[in-house]
T-cell receptor
Framework: SQTIHQWPATLVQPVGSPLSLECTVE??????LYWYRQAAGRGLQLLFY??????ISSEVPQNLSASRPQDRQFILSSKKLLLSDSGFYLC???????????FGPGTRLTVT | DQQVKQNSPSLSVQEGRISILNCDYT??????FLWYKKYPAEGPTFLIS?????DKNEDGRFTVFLNKSAKHLSLHIVPSQPGDSAVYFC????????????FGKGITLSVRP
């Protein structure tokens, strides 16, 4: 069966510090991968998606970047965090040709 | 520009009664719709979906209705149970658009015992 992992589960970082969140998927190959953010009182905003290794598409201009160094690994990064980067970050995957995305457990990021 | 709208931020119902969660969309290109359920500090879990070629899909206590002409869909939960208390997100996609989903802001459902 397929599983998706995210870490860390929670993170508290000062403004201006770097960020690296990792997402890995097991039990499937060549998935589409997605990073979402849920800010306080808001819905799920798509940040990045990837259809293959090294292929990253950005949905909104922001202080973050994403990379996909391996087929089942998706990384969300920032060189310098802003207060507005606080939120709940979710990774999701979908099998090509399928319809439902499946989400990881999420990372709660608090920028202080 | 909010293409998927969940205009009611919260809903409270009595256990055993029906819960009706509404969702509206503006993009007529959407052809597949999904509902997700989310508990605090967890990732959303897929609940039920419907293709634009259908007007109803049922799975146990959950039924989704789609009215394409009104660009409106709704999720019915009957009977509602306290464990259904969560945030429910409506999402929509366009086939072929890299499987991207557009989400609404969510509705917080509270089921009172």
């Amino acid at each position: 069966s397929q599983t998706i992992h995210q870490w860390p589960a929670t993170l508290v970082q000062p403004v201006g510090s770097p960020l690296s969140l990792e997402c890995t998927v097991e039990g499937t190959s060549n998935p589409n991968l997605y990073w979402y953010r849920q800010a306080a009182g808001r819905g799920l905003q798509l940040l990045f998606y990837s259809v293959g290794i090294g292929q990253i598409s950005s949905e909104v201009p922001q202080n973050l970047s994403a990379s996909r160094p391996q087929d089942r690994q998706f990384i969300l990064s920032s060189k310098k965090l802003l207060l507005s980067d606080s939120g709940f970050y979710l990774c999701a995957w979908i099998r090509d040709g399928s319809y439902e995305q499946y989400f990881g457990p999420g990372t709660r990021l608090t920028v202080t | 520009d909010q293409q998927v709208k969940q205009n009611s931020p919260s809903l409270s119902v009595q256990e055993g009664r029906i819960s009706i969660l509404n969702c509206d969309y503006t993009n007529s290109m959407f052809d597949y719709f999904l509902w997700y359920k989310k508990y605090p500090a967890e990732g959303p879990t897929f609940l039920i979906s419907i293709s634009s070629i259908k007007d109803k899909n049922e799975d146990g206590r959950f039924t989704v209705f789609l009215n394409k002409s009104a660009k409106h869909l709704s999720l019915h939960i009957v009977p509602s149970q306290p464990g259904d208390s969560a945030v429910y997100f409506c999402a929509a996609r366009i086939t072929g658009a890299n499987s991207k989903l557009t989400f609404g802001k969510g509705i917080t459902l509270s089921v009172r015992p």
